[in-house]
């Protein structure tokens, strides 16, 4: 297992989560982190990204500003905090590793190379 997601759980609308992802150290120390999500019926869709160097952040417009992504290089670890809940945040999240990938290809499904087994994540109205 490269990926390893966990954190997910049911929430009550405004709430908060703090979803995780450990990756080996081959992966984690040169690749661009991130998570997706894909709710029923929906294709995935990128939720935030952060570059493996430089520590830059990226974010789908739906999120910003209510998530936070943070990587713990010494744990190789990337964070996902997510506040303020919505109902239509709820899917099943989904860690990913890229590497190389360029700034106009981040948000982009087939640019990342490993993918977490998936968390789910629901928010109750």
Request: proline share 2%; net charge positive; hydrophobic share 35%.
């Amino acid at each position: 297992v490269q990926l390893q997601a966990s954190g997910g759980g049911l929430v009550q609308a405004g709430g908060s989560l703090r979803l995780s992802c450990t990756a080996s150290a081959r992966i984690f120390n040169r690749y661009t982190m991130g998570w997706f999500r894909q709710s029923p019926g929906k294709e995935r869709e990128f939720v935030a990204a952060i570059a493996w160097n430089s520590g830059h952040t990226y974010y789908a417009d739906s999120v910003k500003g209510r998530f936070t992504i943070s990587r713990d290089n010494a744990k190789n670890t990337v964070n996902l905090q997510m506040n303020s809940l919505k109902p239509e945040d709820t899917a099943v999240y989904y860690c990913v590793a890229a590497y190389g990938v360029i700034l106009s290809r981040i948000r982009v499904v087939e640019a990342y190379d490993y993918w977490g087994q998936g968390t789910q994540v629901t928010v109750s109205s």
